[in-house]
């Protein structure tokens, strides 16, 4: 069965860094598009980055441009999204999610993707 799992969340201070993972298993993260989603409280999900595997090619969403960086380490089947110069606006829960191919131009739309994770807190906050 085919599954994500993010990992590495918590509390980080404004103006801090924090590495979240998600590891895929059950399925091989070659010839995939994995996204970054997240959720603020009372908000909808929103559409951090989307990286083709296939051709390294990454889009972010204006908000995280030059804070946030995602990698991929297909031998490990993992994504990590390196989020630095954090602020209390990125606190969410952050989801990572998959679907055969490369990033469409609209990434940033939840149907794109058929596989996700459970979700991982995020706080910033002093």
């Known amino acids: 069965q085919a599954q994500l799992a993010e990992s590495g969340g918590g509390l980080v201070r404004p103006g801090g860094s924090l590495t979240v993972s998600c590891t895929a298993s059950g399925f091989t993260l070659d010839y995939e598009r994995i996204a970054w989603f997240r959720q ?34 297909v031998s490990k089947e993992t994504v990590y999204l390196e989020m630095t110069r954090l602020k209390s606006e990125d606190t969410a829960d952050y989801y990572c999610a998959a679907e055969p191919g490369f990033c469409p131009p609209i990434w940033t739309l939840e149907h794109e993707y058929s596989k996700w994770g459970r979700g991982i807190p995020v706080t910033v906050s002093s």
Do not use: I, L
């Open 40 to 73: 603020a409280p009372g908000k909808g999900r929103e559409g951090v980055s989307c990286t083709s595997t296939s051709d390294g090619n990454t889009y972010y969403a204006d908000s995280v441009k030059g804070r946030f960086t995602t990698f991929v380490d």
